[in-house]
């Protein structure tokens, strides 16, 4: 389902709960509602979503209504194509007014919910403390993340701790092989490592005093693992 189709079935599920609390159980679910309903949905939230008020949501939707055959009627009939709402928005009940408010205020609110970053790197970061042995991520010289260990750890700051690490490396795609058929000689290949890095070890780097960074994650760091 889109991000359009997702809001106007979150629109529409709000909308319903509203016309049912003061007495209008004409509204079916989203998934029962008729294609033209939810193409009428769709058009009212790409208008809130443009920035529409209430009653320019209003006229919109009366406009549509119109250009589709209905008409002004005491009783809302869907056969009949008549709707009580087809009056100009300062004429509406004052119930009818909240729900378009209320129909406005969820699409926003349900936009910025499912577009925003919820946990931020640098809300993420200052809420977790590397400490020995927790798994983390180093930024090689050529941007590439490898898995690391912990081996210490000095808090310098909410968004920033220096940790000193073993990198592991990823066999031939790291290594100076000479053959990627033979086995790996366990030296990295020199343009991968950053500075403050070495590969005295076959396999893994040993990294000292490297800092975290959770915005760039500029090579020579190391940060929390993705979410994935």
Known sequence: MTLILT?????????????????DTSQ??????????????????????AGNTPAQQHESWMAEKVATGWVYGDAKDPDAKT?????????????????????????????G??????????????????SIGRQVHYVLADGQH???TVVNAWPTSAQNTICNLTV???????????????PASGKCHPFLVPPGANNRIPGVLTVGSAHQDEDTRAPGTWHWPERV
């Open 168 to 182: 592991y490396l990823d066999g031939c795609n790291d290594l100076n092989c000479a053959d990627a058929s033979q």
């Open 113 to 130: 919910a499912l577009t925003a970053d919820l946990t931020p790197r640098a809300t993420t970061a200052s809420l977790q403390r590397p």
């Open 83 to 111: 709707h009580p709402c087809l009056v100009p928005y300062d004429q509406l009940p004052d119930d009818q007014k909240r729900k378009d408010h209320l129909y406005s205020a969820v699409v926003k609110a349900a936009h």
């Open 7 to 23: 809001l106007a079935a979150l629109a529409h599920e709000a909308n319903r709960h509203y016309c049912a609390s003061i007495g």
């Open 28 to 49: 079916v679910p989203w998934d029962a509602a008729p294609d033209w309903q939810k193409d009428s949905a769709v058009k009212g939230i790409e208008g809130a979503l």
């Open 146 to 148: 490898r898995a690391a």
